[in-house]
């Protein structure tokens, strides 16, 4: 599995980005997807999830209403489309393939994950 994320910029607050990650060597449409993020000085953080049907998705409060994440299995791709992003959605966002079907928020029930995109948002 070679997770790529892309989509990653500056932006300033109010703006949206769409992130994307795309499996280049193996699908993951059998495994749940999520994205992550990690600011600085801080603990990674889930941020939203989807289950390997697509029909399941969870996403953090601080992001609901304003990120969506969805899936293309045919793709093998998995998007996140940033809404309205506020200063504090600045980090280094990643995406992970689960272990199981659906997406849980630890960190730690993730088998591979992406090098990591930039996003930062400015006021």
């Known amino acids: 599995v070679q997770l790529q994320a892309s989509g990653g910029g500056l932006v300033q607050a109010g703006e949206s980005l769409r992130l994307s990650c795309q499996n280049s060597?193996?699908?993951?449409?059998?495994?749940?997807v999520a994205w992550f993020r990690q600011a600085p000085g801080k603990e990674r953080e889930f941020v939203a999830g989807?289950?390997?049907?697509?029909?399941?998705?969870t996403a953090a409060d601080s992001v609901k209403g304003r990120f969506t994440i969805s899936r293309d299995n045919a793709k093998n791709t998995v998007y996140l489309q940033m809404n309205n992003l506020k200063p504090e959605d600045t980090a280094v966002y990643y995406c992970?393939?689960?272990?199981?079907?659906?997406?849980?928020?630890?960190?730690?029930?993730?088998?591979?994950w992406g090098q990591g995109t930039q996003v930062t948002v400015s006021s």
């Open positions: 060597r193996r699908t993951f449409s059998n495994n749940g």
């Open positions: 989807i289950s390997w049907r697509g029909g399941e998705t």
């Open positions: 992970a393939v689960a272990l199981s079907s659906y997406a849980p928020t630890e960190s730690r029930l993730y088998r591979y």
